[in-house]
């Protein structure tokens, strides 16, 4: 019996080595565990991180190209229309010649040439104010759609092209 009761502290003790020893080893895995969630955990936020810088720099390279492109339609427009009003310029300042020729002149026949010609002048001008308004107003549904505003025209070529201001 007291073999028997040897052997059976002999085998309590070794269950409680074998105890100890899995206690050490709970340790040992709980830390690996810890550890291996820090670790995930920062290679979370730094995957966040990154995430959020990149959809920042997307956001505003989407945005300038936005808005170049914004300022690129603008600026073809608003030089669009200062070809539309150097034109119309130029029309009204052979308007007033013509018109200064032919209350100058003396004879019908060159006065009716005149009077031609200044219908002729008058319907180019018609035209170049017809088309440039019509560009106007496209101009204005199109610069608002793109999320841009309206270019400020000079009074001068507003008269010009008889627009009326719209700013």
Do not use: C, W
């Not at 206690?23 to 966040?48: G, N, P, S, V």
């Not at 989407?62 to 119309?88: C, N, P, W």
């Not at 100058?104 to 440039?132: F, G, Q, W, Y």
Request: charge should be neutral; glycine fraction near 4%; charged fraction near 25%.
């Amino acid at each position: 019996m007291l073999m028997h009761a040897l052997g059976a502290a002999a085998h309590i003790a070794g269950t409680k080595a074998q105890v100890e020893h899995g206690r050490t080893k709970l340790r040992a895995l709980e830390q690996e565990l810890a550890h291996r969630e820090r670790t995930l955990e920062t290679q979370l936020y730094h995957e966040e991180t990154m995430f959020q810088l990149k959809a920042g720099l997307m956001r505003d390279l989407i945005k300038a190209l936005i808005e170049q492109r914004v300022d690129a339609v603008t600026q073809g427009f608003k030089d669009t229309l200062g070809m539309y009003a150097e034109q119309s310029r130029h029309y009204m300042a052979q308007q007033e010649r013509y018109a200064d020729a032919e209350i100058k002149a003396t004879e019908p026949l060159e006065r009716a040439n005149l009077r031609t010609r200044l219908s002729d002048i008058d319907l180019h001008l018609t035209s170049i104010r017809s088309d440039a308004m019509a560009l106007y107003r496209e101009m204005t549904k199109v610069i608002l759609l793109i999320g841009g505003t309206m270019p400020s025209m000079s009074n001068q070529d507003q008269q010009a092209l008889a627009l009326v201001s719209r700013q």
